[in-house]
């Protein structure tokens, strides 16, 4: 298996739907991620195996020095693999590139060990009002 990871690569709808729906449980949607990422992001990693897209993670920003991290998901069969923490890698990469100083995402408690042991990202203090 050999594993390519692009900043800003190309996918398609469909398939960024059901690896989403995969990995967070719910439905596909139907959503555009095409459009949200391209309107929205600063940019993304797509990871590929062969034609197979096994990984994702969106680099939203705002505008300046702050990168967040949303939506990173891997391929359930693939988990554990070290395919997160290289989309991660890759994601701080492209934001370090764009001048980001800063990278933040928010996890549930179940996703500790990968972010701040597997990725290197330390605890902080912050907040969420749910909408």
């Given at each position: 298996m050999t594993i390519v990871y692009g900043w800003r690569a190309d996918f398609d709808n469909a398939t960024l739907d059901a690896l989403?729906?995969?990995?967070f449980g719910a439905g596909p949607r139907g959503s555009d991620w095409v459009a949200r990422v391209r309107r929205h992001s600063l940019g993304w990693v797509c990871g590929y195996d062969g034609d197979r897209l096994i990984g994702f993670v969106n680099v939203a920003w705002d505008g300046g020095e702050h990168a967040f991290l949303v939506d990173t998901v891997v391929a359930a069969d693939l988990r554990g693999a070290g395919v997160g923490t290289r989309l991660v890698a890759t994601a701080a990469d492209g934001a370090r590139?764009?001048?980001?100083?800063?990278?933040?995402v928010d996890f549930l408690p179940g996703l500790s060990a990968f972010y701040l042991r597997a990725c290197g990202f330390r605890p902080t203090a912050a907040g969420l009002l749910a909408l």
């Open positions: 989403h729906a995969e990995g590139r764009a001048g980001c100083h800063w990278l933040h």
